[in-house]
């Protein structure tokens, strides 16, 4: 999968980002996708906090951010090898659906078990997932059933005062990210795409 930083980040800028999210804080953040808003996504308060930020029913749950396949086991029981070699796999972002979510905010979990996981590789996020130790919340910037911003620039000034720590990287990166694939991968090895 192709990286889509080329230029370093600022040492401070992910500091503060992953101080924030360690103290329950919501972020906006650039990911492997488009812009998105991110938490702790073992803190029930802060998912708590994206839910309300994007208006968004409690029954609809939100994916989640990790550095590595290896971290996704932690939080999904049906992670099989065939998931993680899709996830490593994969030549652009892929989220996975996966049964038998654990140790993850309940709000995170469908009602049928499910999580949806994704590892990044593009280099803010996964280093912001592998520093803070923990999967992040990872949803697009927008009110629920609103257009997502596909740019910085895109986002509203409402919405950045809604959160706590506004990440600077990225923030003059003007190419459009689609958001990412979702493949539903049941244990018994059912095969769902959601979107390709």
Known sequence: MKDLAEKPYDVDDMRMAVD????????LYPTDTVWGLGCDATNAAAVEKVFAIKHRPDNKSMLVLVDST????MYADGLTDVACDLMEMSDKPLTLVID??????KKL?????SVGIRV???????DLCYRLGR?????????????????????SPEMLETVDY??????????????????KLK??????IIRQ
């Not at 924030?20 to 972020?27: A, D, E, Q, S, W």
């Not at 979990?109 to 078990?113: C, I, L, P, S």
């Not at 244990?187 to 769902?192: F, L, N, R, V, Y």
């Open 100 to 105: 038998g979510a654990k140790n993850i905010d």
């Open 166 to 183: 506004v990440v600077k990287y990225r923030q003059g990166d003007k190419r459009q990210s689609k958001p990412s694939s979702i493949i």
């Open 109 to 113: 979990v469908a009602d049928d078990g």
């Open 70 to 73: 290896d971290r996704a086991k």
């Open 187 to 192: 244990a018994d090895g059912q095969i769902t």
């Open 135 to 155: 999967p992040i919340v990872s949803t697009s910037v927008n009110i629920s059933s609103q257009p997502a911003a596909k740019v910085f620039a895109d986002i």
């Open 120 to 126: 990044t590789r593009e280099k803010f996020s996964h």
């Open 20 to 27: 924030t999210l360690r103290k329950g804080g919501v972020i």
